[in-house]
């Protein structure tokens, strides 16, 4: 069973218009997530992090966590071709020794 | 230098070499990690170092060998690998709050 899910897409988005992340997770007792960029050949970037329900903005970035439903998004506003990368959705999983779990990743595509 | 830095860039290895890689970290974290990427998977995790002791070894086969001198440094010992151990192999730290920074990886070949 997969710990951290996320559609792999390509997802393609105009410049200017939101794209929307989502990711499921399947421990119910993860309390830590992130969101990371990755552009083609480079390392992951941490972009964004978040621990408590509801919504966390940085800049044109926002995550929205909601645990009941184990579920955590990353909404980009006002996209730009500089935005195009893969993103990637990590959890923390408190019973294996808060050993992170990522997903495949989303690969994101903002067309000029 | 800043963040976490990884030597070499590149590498490509034959079945029977022994190379090294480096990592080092200068963001004053306690913890250092070892992860695989392979296309079209998620990122493994290989070993985890907390304050230079090793807490997590996911069954990573033995021709990978870690080595945790200080905080600050990490190495991955590799000898006799196999073409399918080719992949990107990124180095990570964290301190107290649990956020990862990753260095910028070694592509590696095993032809």
């Known amino acids: 069973q997969k710990e951290v899910e996320q559609n792999s897409g390509p997802l393609s988005v105009p410049e200017g218009a939101i794209a929307s992340l989502n990711c499921t997770y399947s421990d119910r007792v993860s309390q830590s997530f992130f969101w990371y960029r990755q552009y083609s050949g480079k390392s992951p970037e941490l972009i964004m992090s978040i621990y408590s329900n509801g919504d966390k903005e940085d800049g044109r970035f926002t995550a929205q966590l909601n645990k009941a439903s184990q579920y955590v998004s990353l909404l980009i506003r006002d996209s730009q071709p500089s935005d195009s990368a893969t993103y990637l959705c990590?959890?923390?999983?408190?019973?294996?020794?808060?050993?992170?779990?990522f997903g495949t990743g989303t690969s994101l595509t903002v067309i000029p | 230098e800043t963040g976490v830095t990884q030597t070499p860039r590149h590498l490509v290895m034959g079945m029977t070499n022994k190379k090294s890689l480096k990592c080092e970290q200068h963001l004053g974290h306690n913890a250092m990690y070892w992860y695989k990427q392979s296309a079209k998977k998620p990122l493994e995790l290989m070993f985890v170092?907390?304050?230079?002791?090793?807490?997590e070894n996911n069954s990573v086969p033995s021709r990978f060998s870690p080595e945790c001198p200080n905080s600050s440094h990490l190495f991955l010992h590799l000898h006799t690998l196999q073409p399918e151990d080719s992949a990107l192999y990124l180095c990570a730290s964290s301190g107290t709050i649990n956020e990862q920074f990753f260095g910028p990886g070694t592509r590696l070949t095993v032809l």
């Open positions: 170092y907390n304050f230079k002791e090793q807490t």
């Open positions: 990590a959890v923390i999983v408190p019973d294996t020794g808060n050993q992170f779990y």
